[in-house]
């Protein structure tokens, strides 16, 4: 482990050690409260099985047992699998193309952030509101307002240090608070050097996609992100250093998994569980060496556009417990819908919706026929993708390349591209007008857009 994640480490345990010995333990407050507190926790480039609760590779005791008191959507999308445009989805409720927020912030397709996000929302909702962490949304006025506390940038030791502080300062407040926490890990594992450490006795295993996978029949693009691109620093490699890439992953998700226990334990010290609302995502996955890519780029793999999606509701609130939810596929443009519905409050029309009716255990509204997910590029490395999702089909189509359709019900690994296939042919076609309906219907401008050559990396 690096010198930095050591001290991290060492940071998250006198934290802990302080906050407990400062501050006494409250009693509940839940008699006091009209409405929940909310406390959102989101990582970044976590991918849904990188838990342990879903894959005992990973080692995440805090999401984990947050999970056992929690709503768990198996079936959790992100909009897109890029930074800022999945954080301008999550904070806003509508898609990329909407927030115009398509490529991350300062790249081709991507300005600031020019709508009002949750924050004003909620604070016009009667609620006390603090941001702390990964921002990447620009400086316009409007997109940035909102927030009674903030500080949009800092490490993942100063993000917990803050929300420590916060938790402490407003535990005892009549009126609500809304706390989101935007850490930077596991991202940092762009940070992966080949050979830095020897894994060989762990037993790391690897994907059936990663031993099977040929990139034939698929998009040129995945390979050439490989062998030109980011993907470089691991392509060619023997099989070793593709699972100390996965060891370095597992690292940086514990990481986060740390401060999401500091923050976790200093909720319940303070008396504030009862009371709060507690969400635990992320902003997009990782391949993680998946079909033998790593990081993520113009691919709309499970791994990359899944993500996990927990959310607590105590009863007090309408909470109906723990459980697993199959039935709900979850996209992070309902965030905001969700949270506001949660809170008591209107919220403004938008592409997403709420999923209170799945926390609480009422009927509600039947579940989505399918989800969109979008992809615009990579910085200057344009290859615009749209993807129609159901339980059963996958159907990517690309703006210059060839488009792929996976049978996840018999090919959940999706190594075999059925795109053409006769079989499929009929399903192919319905997928492909739902899709051009969704994007007629909602002003997506996909067919007006175009791809570009990849600039190739220096070194």
Known sequence: MSDGSLSRREFIRASLLAAAAGTAP??????????PNLLFLCSDQQHWQAMGSVDDFFHTPNSDALSRESVVFENAFCSSPQC???????????YPHRTHMMNNQGAPGAGDLELETIGPQLRRGGYHTGYFGKWHLGDDPLGNRGWDEEAKHGSDAKTTGRAIDFLHRHARDEKPFALFLMYLDPHDVYRFQPGARDVSGLGVPLSRSWQR??????????KQFMTEDQGRVIWGRPRPIWE????????????????????????????????TIVVNTSDHGDMDT????????????????????????????????????????????????T????AGLASPQCHGRSAKAALTGESGDRPRDYVIGQYYGKQDWLNPIRMIRTHELKLNVYIGHRDELYDLENDPDELVNRAGDPALASRQRELRAELDGWMRENDDPFHGFRNTALRPLRG
């Open 26 to 35: 409250l009693a509940c407050t839940s008699d006091r409260r009209s409405k």
């Open 84 to 94: 800022s445009p999945s954080r301008s989805s999550m904070l806003t409720g509508f």
């Open 213 to 222: 996978e040929e990139f034939r029949n698929k998009p040129a693009v995945q």
């Open 244 to 275: 100390e890439y996965r060891d370095f992953y597992r690292t940086k998700v514990r990481l986060y998994d740390d401060h999401l226990g500091v923050v976790i334990s200093i909720l319940r010290d303070q008396g504030l569980w009862e009371d």
């Open 290 to 337: 998946r079909h033998k890519l790593v990081f993520k780029g113009p691919f709309m793999y499970e791994h990359t556009i899944r993500i996990p999606m927990t959310v607590r509701v105590p009863e007090a609130f309408g909470g109906a417990g723990h459980r697993r939810v199959t039935d709900y596929d979850w996209v992070n443009v309902d965030t905001v819908p």
């Open 339 to 342: 949270l506001l519905d949660l």
